[in-house]
């Protein structure tokens, strides 16, 4: 690892400060991604930023349908929140099987969805469940958030500071975990919003990253049943072809999750 | 170089070190408790597992500086005036290490799992939270074995210590 600087930042302002003192800050949340990139010297801050001791970045709160989730609570928070387990029990399933414990012991879900890892998990809840992510300086619908391969809205310096969602009448997400890695294959996360309508979002097999799926989304919005998903033609052309699988492997994976996702919805 | 301080098996220390140092070099080349092993250079073996604050991490994937200020349990603060922890004696007993290299990333899993999950860890939940720790010896068997035996062990120790 190159050498580097470690500063704590005491709140979501001091962090900014200390940021923008110099041109090659990056932020820390939980390191799981960050500090293995530095590591392999893939990644070279001259200075850390170290977000995970802040108050206000920190905690899960249910509001009514309302939910929101700060950006520095832990997967292991998100999988074992008995708040979460009530409002959007999907959610903590998709935290209870990223990585391993000693990972979600560290990982945040505002370090997930700023590092927007075509196969992690968060993005495709956050884009399922309509959420807002909520930065130090604005709040970015999650469609406009997610732009590409670990590519996202933020702007150098900007703060993920909590994410927040209106708590679905039905969710369900399964994942095809990577057998080494445990990264999604492909993971489908679908949503029933309290208005009836559905949303589908797929990770780990875009090409181009996180994304929605109109025709399951259409097809669950007319059906909510497993059946439903099997009729639905998922077109490989656009899917992820790597040593793990091919695109045509990939996208029955797709429709399998989508069905799986519903089962357990 | 900066001043990191911490508890680490109960002992408050302080040593200086640079910013890039991790959290498993600063055990074993500062502090010298070389029990907590490095396996991999890709956060995957679960060799260098310690618990920061009471939960398991994996001491090769952070900073020293970024548990400035916590509690630190490592392989060597498990045994008490001379007598094996109960996992430590379990893994003995049910024969759960073979090379012993992944053994205390796997004892301080196991702690961590115990910990977490109690009277209610069965097979399934012990397979499930060993997904970040490798043997390459023993096959696993005998790890969940000697981690449900101890479960066992701690759950009574605990009801005979209530009663
Ligand atoms: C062995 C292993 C297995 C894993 N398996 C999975 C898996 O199955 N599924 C999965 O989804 N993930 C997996 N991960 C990744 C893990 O979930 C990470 O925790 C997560 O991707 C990043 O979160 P973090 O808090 O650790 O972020 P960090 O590593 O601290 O940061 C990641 C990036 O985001 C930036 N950042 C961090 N926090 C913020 C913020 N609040 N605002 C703005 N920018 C920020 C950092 O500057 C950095 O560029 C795995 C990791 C490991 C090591
Ligand atoms: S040495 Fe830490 S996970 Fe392998
Ligand atoms: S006993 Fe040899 S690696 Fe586990």
């Not at chain 1, 489908?188 to 025709?215: D, I, L, M, P």
């Not at chain 2, 060799?47 to 490592?74: N, P, R, Y």
């Not at chain 2, 696993?140 to 035996?149: D, M, Q, S």
Request: with cysteine; proline share 3%.
């Amino acid at each position: 690892m190159y050498a580097t600087n470690y500063h704590r930042a005491s709140s979501v302002a001091d962090a900014v400060k200390l940021q923008s003192s110099s041109d090659e800050a990056k932020y820390v949340s939980g390191g799981m991604t960050l500090i293995p990139t530095m590591k392999q010297r893939l990644a070279a801050p001259s200075d850390l930023v170290d977000l995970r001791h802040i108050a206000e970045m920190k905690g899960i709160s249910v509001n009514g349908s309302r939910v929101r989730i700060g950006a520095a609570t832990t997967h292991y928070e998100v999988s074992t929140s008995a708040e979460l387990k009530a409002a959007c029990p999907a959610i903590s399933h998709l935290a209870a099987h990223i990585g391993d414990p000693h990972v979600r012991h560290m990982g945040t879900i505002g370090g997930s969805i700023a590092n927007n890892d075509p196969a992690a998990d968060y993005p495709s809840a956050m884009l399922a469940l309509g959420a807002t992510i909520v930065t130090n300086a604005r709040e970015v619908a999650a469609e406009d958030f997610f732009t590409g391969l670990f590519e996202t809205a933020l702007e150098a310096g900007e703060i993920v500071v909590a994410v927040t969602f209106d708590a679905p009448a039905k969710a369900g997400y399964a994942k095809f975990p990577n057998p080494a890695s445990r990264y999604a294959m492909a993971g489908v996360f679908v949503a029933k919003a309290g208005n009836g309508s559905v949303r589908v979002a797929v990770t780990g097999a875009g090409s181009n990253g996180v994304f929605r799926h109109a025709g399951l989304e259409a097809a669950l919005a007319a059906n909510w049943s497993a059946d439903a998903a099997s009729g639905v033609d998922v077109d490989a052309s656009d899917l992820l072809s790597d040593l793990h699988g091919s695109a045509e492997y990939r996208a029955n994976l797709v429709k399998v999750m989508a069905k799986r996702a519903v089962a357990a919805a | 170089m900066a001043k990191v301080a911490m508890t680490v098996n109960g002992r408050k220390v302080s040593k200086e070190c640079e910013g890039r140092t991790l959290l498993v070099h600063f055990l074993r080349d500062t502090l010298s408790l070389t029990g907590t092993h490095i396996g991999c250079d890709t956060s995957q073996c679960g060799a260098c597992v310690v618990h920061m604050d009471g939960k398991a991490v994996k001491s090769c994937s952070m900073l020293a500086a970024q548990a400035a200020g916590a509690e630190i349990l490592t392989i060597e603060g498990l045994a008490a005036n001379g007598e094996l922890h109960p996992v430590q004696a379990a893994f003995k007993a049910n024969h759960g290490l073979q090379c012993g290299f992944c053994t205390p990333g796997m004892v301080m899993t196991a702690v961590d799992m115990i910990n977490r999950y109690g009277a209610k860890l069965n097979e399934q939940t012990v397979r499930e939270n060993l997904e970040g720790n490798i043997c390459r010896c023993t096959g696993y068997h005998n790890i969940v074995k000697a981690i449900l035996a101890a479960a066992e062990d701690m759950g009574a120790a605990g009801r005979q210590a209530a009663e």
